[in-house]
């Protein structure tokens, strides 16, 4: 059985994680961390996400309970998480990294730490969205630089970044299968006299209303036709599942830095 600990535990994530840990007979959930201000500390983790007590108190110092876990699920925001793969890699503990919004230098700080410690990063880890990435890379290399490529994506009004993590992961796929360079040819949002569309570029369209769990579309558009690849996760469940699918993947792994293709052999 591995030991899971869950940090970010009391939000949108981390209570579908205690849930689909507490469905899994492969993992368990050892370790809820939140905030270490929050008014819900020392209550019940289980009774948190809705599942009933499951003898995990909720708590505010993830340094406190290293000996109790075996791999740590961090869904929160980047500068929380560097810190947190730091603890890890100082303590010989593998983590699955769910966290959008990095830079490039705090990828690079990934890259550096999975050296001494085996890490799943990946900004989505629905099936779905992982055999699109798949999807992508066919529909750009046979359709070609004729076509011209929208990214356009949807997510609930609670969202820090922007765009997401996914479709930027899209772009980096589509770019790469037409020998361009994402940082190049991406273009965000356009406005006032843009001019007409250079063929080129790579155009990303973010949409931020209600309670949209997360709808990504890419456009490959052209006289006469457009192909449109798109998906639409309706449960954060989606997500929870393949991070601890990630983690009990993860178990067998003493080093390196890995995504959603690989736990998932879609490689
Ligand atoms: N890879 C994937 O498949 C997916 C990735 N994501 C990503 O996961 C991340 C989290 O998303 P979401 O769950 O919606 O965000 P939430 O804001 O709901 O969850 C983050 C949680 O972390 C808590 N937190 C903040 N600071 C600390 C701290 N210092 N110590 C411990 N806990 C802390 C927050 O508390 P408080 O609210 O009080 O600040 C909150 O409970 C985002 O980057 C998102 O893009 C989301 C879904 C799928
Ligand atoms: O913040 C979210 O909610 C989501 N974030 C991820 C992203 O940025 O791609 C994945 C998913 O779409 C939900």
Redesign the pocket.
């Known amino acids: 059985m591995v030991r899971v600990a869950v940090?970010?535990?009391?939000?949108?994530?981390?209570r579908v994680l205690i849930e689909a840990l507490n469905e899994n007979s492969e993992a368990a959930l050892a370790v809820a961390?939140?905030?270490?201000d929050?008014s819900l500390l020392g209550g019940d983790a289980g009774e948190l996400a809705g599942v009933g007590k499951l003898g995990v108190e909720l708590s505010?110092r993830?340094a406190d309970k290293l000996d109790l876990f075996d791999v740590l699920i961090d869904?929160?925001?980047?500068e929380?998480t560097l810190a947190n793969v730091e603890l890890c890699r100082e303590h010989g503990k593998a983590v699955v990294?769910?966290?959008?919004?990095l830079s490039d230098a705090q990828k690079q700080q990934l890259k550096v730490a999975a050296e001494d410690i085996p890490l799943v990063f990946?900004?989505?880890?629905?099936v779905g969205?992982n055999l699109c990435f798949k999807l992508l890379e066919l529909a750009a290399k046979s359709l070609g630089d004729e076509y011209d490529i929208e990214i356009i994506e949807a997510h609930?009004r609670?969202?820090?970044?922007a765009p997401?993590?996914?479709a930027l992961r899209m772009g980096e796929v589509v770019a790469d299968a037409l020998g361009r360079n994402l940082s190049e040819c991406a273009v965000y949002g356009r406005e006032g006299v843009t001019g007409a569309r250079d063929p080129k570029t790579i155009g990303f369209e973010t949409i931020r209303a209600g309670d949209v769990v997360?709808d990504h579309t890419v456009m490959f558009a052209t006289e006469g036709e457009r192909v449109e690849i798109t998906h639409k996760a309706s449960s954060?469940m989606t997500?929870a599942k393949?991070?601890v699918r990630a983690a009990i993947w993860l178990q067998h792994k003493s080093t390196g830095l890995f995504d959603m293709q690989d736990v998932l052999e879609l490689n």
């Open positions: 940090v970010g535990a009391a939000g949108r994530m981390g961390i939140d905030r270490p929050s505010g993830l869904f929160t925001h980047p929380l990294i769910g966290t959008t919004g990946a900004p989505n880890m629905s969205v609930h609670h969202k820090v970044d997401s993590g996914t997360g954060r997500f393949g991070a």
